[in-house]
T-cell receptor, first 112, second 115 residues
Framework: GQQLNQSPQSMFIQEGEDVSMNCTSS?????WLWYKQDPGEGPVLLIA?????ELTSNGRLTAQFGITRKDSFLNISASIPSDVGIYFC????????????FGQGTRLTINP | GAGVSQSPRYKVAKRGQDVALRCDPI?????LFWYQQALGQGPEFLTY????????KSGLPSDRFFAERPEGSVSTLKIQRTQQEDSAVYLC?????????????FGPGTRLTVL
């Protein structure tokens, strides 16, 4: 089935650094979603992307929908301790479908 | 308003026991989803309801898994004769009828441990 591959799998950074992570697929996606999951909680939607080439920001977060529609990037600027968590990319398995497929996640750890 | 709630938050079962996991979606949300999240992995789709109709159950791993949403609101995921490989976090998500594509709101999950 379709798979989303996220890299890196984990990141260890200093507070204040910028972060960049990406998500790739062998298949075309028409929607890209970025979620964050804190320990013991469910994923929370951060950014949604709907058009190839789209660049969207949400505070210190910026995400881009790759022009090939097979990848997406998430950047976090000036990281703070509350950015710690696991970041997932996700998208609908087939166009118009309700169910989502998720990547395996990027775990972000911040050293104060 | 209140988000998606799930109960219990933690469940320990002996192998072979039946378990029932409950999801209360956001009031008025039409769509309801169940996902299974193994340790260190992303969520994987199990099943989807629109109101009381189960429109997709392609992700249920075996016939031991059963989900229902009889009145189009609360949903229950039942696992019969639990096995150790069923140990995971079970996430419920809901979304309203008119929403940008695929924006789903997740509950905190139920962590199931099968001994």
């Amino acid at each position: 089935g379709q798979q989303l591959n996220q890299s890196p799998q984990s990141m260890f950074i200093q507070e204040g650094e910028d972060v960049s992570m990406n998500c790739t697929s062998s298949s075309i996606f028409n929607t890209w979603l970025w979620y964050k999951q804190d320990p013991g909680e469910g994923p929370v939607l951060l950014i949604a992307l709907y058009k190839a080439g789209e660049l969207t920001s949400n505070g210190r977060l910026t995400a881009q929908f790759g022009i090939t529609r097979k990848d997406s990037f998430l950047n976090i600027s000036a990281s703070i301790p509350s950015d710690v968590g696991i970041y997932f990319c996700a998208g609908p398995i087939i166009q118009g479908a309700q169910k989502l497929v998720f990547g395996q996640g990027t775990r972000l750890t911040i050293n104060p | 308003g209140a988000g998606v709630s799930q109960s219990p938050r933690y469940k320990v079962a002996k192998r072979g026991q039946d378990v029932a996991l409950r999801c209360d979606p956001i009031s008025g949300h039409v769509s309801l989803f169940w996902y299974q999240q193994a340790l260190g992995q992303g969520p994987e789709f199990l099943t989807y309801f629109q109101n009381e109709a189960q429109l997709d159950k392609s992700g249920l791993p075996s016939d031991r898994f059963f989900a229902e949403r009889p009145e189009g609101s609360v949903s229950t995921l039942k696992i019969q004769r639990t096995q150790q490989e069923d140990s995971a976090v079970y996430l419920c998500a809901s979304s309203p009828r008119f929403v940008p594509h695929n924006e789903q709101f997740f509950g905190p999950g139920t962590r199931l441990t099968v001994l």
